[in-house]
Every structure is written in C-alpha cells, then in structure tokens.
C-alpha cells in the first residue's frame, strides 16, 4: 500500500500562483512514475500532469503547458505541481496518484490516488 497526501491548495486570484505537494509514503516511492489529475464541480475527473520515477521525464495537459510545473524530490518523497497564471477554469480538486508504468496519462492506470486538495481561483 501507499499513502498519498496532497496540500497546498487555497483561494487565489486569477494570474496568482499556488504550489501544491503530494507526500507519499508507504512504498519506495522513487519507483513509480506520478501524476496529477483535477476534478471541477460537475466535470469529470482530467489529467493534468505526469512525472517519471527518475522525474527525467514530464508530459503535461495542453490546458496547463507552459503554466504548471511538475517535480519531485526524492529524499522527500514528494511530487510539486507549481501553478502559475492560474485562470478561473483551473478551480478543481486536485488529486495526486501514483502509477508503477514508467508515466500515465489515464486515471486507469495509476493505483493510488490521495484525497484531494481544493483549488479555487477567483476572478
């Protein structure tokens, strides 16, 4: 098993910034590629990023390329999603998963997913 633990998230005026971070334990977590996907109230769940084990290797959304960031720092067993020119579309529910394949882009390839961590951006 693998525990995910996403924070970071707030209320934040469009054109803002937020980090959000994913601790993971349970598992040695620098083997499994990761990814983050969000969920808007009424929309189904969208990937957003995916980051490889190495964290050599990056893939993200269209709707966030060149705005979001994704890393990982392996010594603390976290991922980061910086989010920066945030727009009001970007308010979801942002979840952290984990995958053992080398990335994912599908919700149906990852094994374990955190709780969530609520981002709003206010116009």
């Known amino acids: 098993q693998m525990q995910l633990v996403e924070s970071g998230g707030g209320l934040v005026q469009a054109g803002g910034s937020l980090r959000l971070s994913c601790v993971a334990s349970g598992r040695t977590f620098s083997k499994y590629a990761a990814g983050w996907f969000r969920q808007a109230s009424g929309k189904e769940r969208e990937f957003v990023a995916t980051?490889?084990?190495?964290?050599?290797?990056?893939y993200y959304a269209d709707s966030v390329k060149g705005r979001f960031t994704m890393s990982r720092d392996k010594a603390k067993n976290t991922v980061y999603l910086q989010m920066n020119s945030l727009k009001p579309e970007d308010t979801a529910v942002y979840y952290c998963?984990?995958?053992?394949?080398?990335?994912?882009?599908?919700?149906?390839?990852?094994?374990?997913w955190g709780q969530g961590t609520q981002v709003t951006v206010s116009s």
């Open positions: 998963a984990t995958t053992n394949r080398f990335y994912g882009l599908r919700g149906y390839e990852y094994d374990y």
């Open positions: 980051i490889s084990g190495s964290g050599g290797f990056t």
